[in-house]
């Protein structure tokens, strides 16, 4: 346990710089194009598919996912996950999530998240990840709103940790990063409300 807790700070530190590298601007300036200045400006892939088309997109998503699981996945290795409690590994997940929200590559202002929730909770509770991402693709499909499926599959994450493990560790950091996520998406989530009062049909005027 000594050694755990004195390498968290390394592995955290290492997490945070590695998922805030932002993968979404990297490969848009390979493409000639800044997500930052087209589309919603966010670096994520939901703005990456809109800007660079699908193909590129979804290399943003696999890239967002992977920097943020493997860092836990190299921290798991060296603790043996069978002696070490979880809570380490939490920590190292929530700076990984940090940096990706957070870079400091960019001042501070990253992506929304989503990705990166994946990529760490497919280390630490791969059911619920699986889940949430059937989930997210089966909602996208329904409604067409990358926010909404964003949103569904975060929830769906953090009902299926809760259902299914013991971990108080990994199901609270699941749930934090599902109240992170949603706090993320508040702008969008106004633009929706926005949208449906726009769609409501005006009051007939009565009859005379």
């Known amino acids: 346990m000594a050694v755990v807790l004195n390498s968290l700070v390394a592995w955290s530190i290492f997490a945070y710089l590695l998922a805030a590298v ?18 919603s400006g966010n670096i ?11 193909k590129w997109g979804l290399v943003v998503f696999a890239l967002d996912v992977l920097k943020a699981a493997l860092p836990v996945w190299l921290a798991a290795q060296s603790w043996a996950l069978g002696e070490t409690p979880s809570w380490p590994l939490t920590v190292v997940a929530l700076a990984a999530f940090i940096g990706h929200v957070f870079p ?3 001042g501070f202002r990253g992506g929304k998240g989503v990705a990166c929730a994946l990529g760490v909770v497919l280390v630490l509770h791969p059911v619920a990840a699986v889940l949430g991402l059937l989930l997210y ?4 499909a329904l409604v067409r709103v990358s926010a909404v499926a964003s949103l569904t599959g975060a929830t769906v994450m953090a009902a299926v940790a809760w259902a299914t493990s013991s971990d108080w560790w990994i199901c609270g950091l699941i749930s934090v990063l599902w109240g992170l996520v949603w706090w993320r998406h508040r702008s969008n989530l106004a633009d929706l409300r926005a949208r449906q009062r726009e769609k409501k049909p005006a009051e007939s005027c009565p009859r005379a």
């Not at 979404?24 to 200045?37: C, H, N, P, Q």
């Not at 693709?137 to 996208?140: G, I, M, P, Y």
């Open 22 to 39: 932002p993968m979404g601007v990297l490969v848009g300036r390979a493409r000639g194009i800044d997500l930052r200045s087209v589309g």
């Open 44 to 54: 994520g892939a939901t703005n990456a598919v809109r800007a660079l088309g699908a």
């Open 104 to 106: 400091i590559y960019l």
């Open 137 to 140: 693709v089966q909602t996208l």
